[in-house]
């Protein structure tokens, strides 16, 4: 039973200690000297005219958190849906519940017109 356990302390340890040796080692040998250069927008290889700073409707945003939402649901759904036959009907019905909630998050956000693409 311990040696069960060893693994998944293990999986631990390394899962957070490679990201964090990833971030301090760009930390130590990341350049620390700024000039006005470095500090100009960059765009395209191309000279910024105007204003640089461009704010974004949120409502673009809202959009692709809303299709990412239901883009990874539709992942969650394609196993059920193909075991389809071979489910108790407890995961049918399960299932069912699942999509009903989801249709009624898509008439919330339907009726939040964050579908519009203005």
């Not at 990341?30 to 000039?35: D, E, G, H, R």
């Amino acid at each position: 039973m311990q040696n069960e356990w060893l693994y998944i302390g293990l999986f631990l340890i390394v899962g957070v200690a490679l990201p964090a040796a990833a971030l301090v080692l760009a930390w130590l040998i990341s350049p620390k000297k700024s000039n006005p250069i470095k500090d100009s927008t960059y765009e395209c290889g191309m000279e910024t005219v105007g204003e640089s700073w461009v704010q974004f409707k949120a409502q673009y945003y809202i959009f692709g958190l809303v299709f990412l939402i239901f883009d990874v649901e539709m992942v969650f759904l394609f196993p059920w849906a193909v075991a389809l036959g071979k489910l108790p009907l407890f995961a049918v019905v399960e299932g069912i519940i699942f999509i009903l909630i989801l249709v009624a998050g898509l008439a919330y956000i339907w009726r939040k017109d964050a579908l519009e693409w203005v």
